[in-house]
């Protein structure tokens, strides 16, 4: 599975941006999704996940009830909107695919795109 994600840019507090992942490959369908992200001297950290059936998802405490994940199985898409953002939101934001039918953590992921980057000004 291949995975680019868009849709970075910079913003400033209180706005909105959609963060696109397009995957390639046949079985995308069969991949957990995650959404993680990494702020400069930080460790990459979980922001979202969405089971292979899109029915169920998780988020971290931070994004909670301000980010939504989902997916599109039939475009080999997943999407994170993000509303409602703060400056402690900005950071590269990976989108990444794990065998498992879904998962939290970083070490459970087996496939990554290359990042994008949200910067939120104050």
């Known amino acids: 599975v291949q995975l680019q994600a868009s849709g970075g840019g910079l913003v400033q507090a209180g706005d909105s941006l959609r963060l696109s992942c397009a995957a390639s490959?046949?079985?995308?369908?069969?991949?957990?999704m995650g959404w993680f992200r990494q702020a400069p001297g930080k460790e990459r950290e979980f922001v979202a996940s969405i089971r292979w059936s899109g029915v169920s998802t998780s988020y971290a405490d931070s994004v909670k009830g301000r980010f939504t994940v989902s997916r599109d199985n039939g475009k080999n898409m997943v999407y994170l909107q993000m509303n409602s953002l703060k400056p402690e939101d900005t950071a590269v934001y990976y989108c990444?695919?794990?065998?498992?039918?879904?998962?939290?953590?970083?070490?459970?992921?087996?496939?990554w795109g290359q990042g994008t980057q949200v910067t939120v000004s104050s």
């Open positions: 490959g046949r079985a995308f369908s069969m991949y957990g």
């Open positions: 990444a695919a794990t065998i498992r039918s879904h998962s939290d953590y970083v070490s459970e992921y087996d496939y």
